[in-house]
């Protein structure tokens, strides 16, 4: 493909070195000192280009396809045209995945946006009173507030605000414009721009005349390792408890997590999904976009819930679920049938009258 400014292409790596890295097999040891120097989509691959397949379906684009070398399963390495080298992985996607983090290290997570590296821009904030430890990098117009600890490595980005008593780990980034606050934060952690973590939840009582009184909110974030939240997600403090991510979970931008909701590990959030207050969340729970998750509710170790759904009471571990409200994926599937087969007879049946 087209290389552009932001995402050069790397030095170049042996596709020899490159299986070895990934724990691939190189069909044709004839090609091992190809090089590759990024990654591409099947279809605009040039040379240079290491691109993957997932299914039969990329026929197609193989066939005029200029790319140096394909990661697939070895069901498909029929479909490659001679031309293009061969790398076989059981799990081509995760092997992608892998050569993309060593093609392109800058893409991994957000960079700097000024030329400071290592140390404290002019025009950034640090309070006498917080600690930094060696190796961390703060932009232009960041705040640090009193009494943060940031970890060794970590980078903060132009524009954010870290508020009082905040803890982050080592090796994290916190992007521009980012607000963290009453938030512990562990190591190797991604907050990218415009995330908000650690106001106050949405709590109000009924008063005495109409109207509500807001409920206060003393509770913390705690964000365990190895966590990416994406831009614009809003965390909220927990009320007297806390609201806790855990370890390895992925959250994608705009989501909306309430106060003392807690997120189990290697959980998959994805845009636009909505985390009522004081849900319980296991392991490995993957939430499809745009869905809806009722307060008080507890959903299982590994559950999968379908784009679009709502979901208003518990659901045990292992299941998939899906639809409005969220049902048994099989419920959800025969109901859309049916759907589907009483609109076919309503046309069907009105285009007997109209003739």
């Known amino acids: 493909m087209e290389h ?3 995402f050069p292409p790397h030095a170049g790596v042996r596709l020899g070195d490159l299986a070895a890295r990934l724990g691939a097999e190189l069909v044709d040891a004839a090609h091992a000192d190809r090089i590759v120097r990024s990654v591409s989509p099947v279809a605009r691959a040039k040379d240079g280009d290491l691109c993957y397949i997932l299914s039969r379906k990329m026929r197609a684009e193989l066939e005029t396809s200029e790319a140096t070398a394909i990661l697939c399963d070895r069901a498909l390495a029929s479909l490659v045209p001679a031309s293009i080298a061969v790398l076989i992985s059981p799990r081509a996607h995760t092997a992608f995945a892998l050569a993309g983090e060593l093609l392109h290290p800058s893409a991994m997570r957000p960079e700097a946006m000024t030329s400071t590296s290592g140390g404290i821009a002019p025009g950034a904030y640090i309070d006498p009173t917080a600690r930094l430890e060696p190796d961390v990098t703060v932009e232009p117009m960041a705040v640090i507030g009193k009494d943060v600890e940031i970890g060794e490595g970590s980078h903060i980005g132009p524009g954010a605000v870290i508020g009082a ?7 994290c980034t916190i992007a521009a414009g980012a ?4 938030a512990l934060i562990g190591n190797n952690v991604i907050i990218h721009p415009g995330t908000r973590i650690g106001q106050d939840g949405f709590g109000y009582a009924p008063g005495l005349k109409p109207g509500m009184i807001k409920i206060v909110q003393i509770g913390r974030v705690i964000i365990q390792d190895h966590v990416e939240i994406g831009a614009n997600t809003t965390i909220d403090r927990g009320t007297m408890d806390d609201t806790v991510i855990g370890e390895g979970t992925k959250i994608d931008n705009l989501v909306q997590i309430g106060h003392n909701v807690r997120i189990g590990r ?3 959030i994805v845009s636009k999904v909505g985390i009522a207050g004081s849900t319980r969340i296991g392991d490995g729970v ?3 976009g745009a869905s809806a998750i009722n307060g008080h509710i507890s959903i299982g170790d590994g559950v999968m819930i379908a784009a679009m759904s709502g979901v208003v009471g518990d659901i045990p571990p292992g299941e998939k679920y899906g639809g409005i409200p969220a049902r048994p994926m099989r419920d959800f599937l025969r109901d859309v049938a049916e759907i589907a087969m009483r609109a076919s007879a309503r046309e069907k049946k009105k285009g007997g009258k109209d003739e």
């Open 286 to 288: 993957m939430i499809g």
């Open 266 to 268: 290697h959980c998959g």
């Open 165 to 171: 008593g905040v803890r982050i780990g080592r090796n």
């Open 179 to 182: 607000t963290v606050q009453c």
């Open 4 to 6: 552009n400014r932001f």
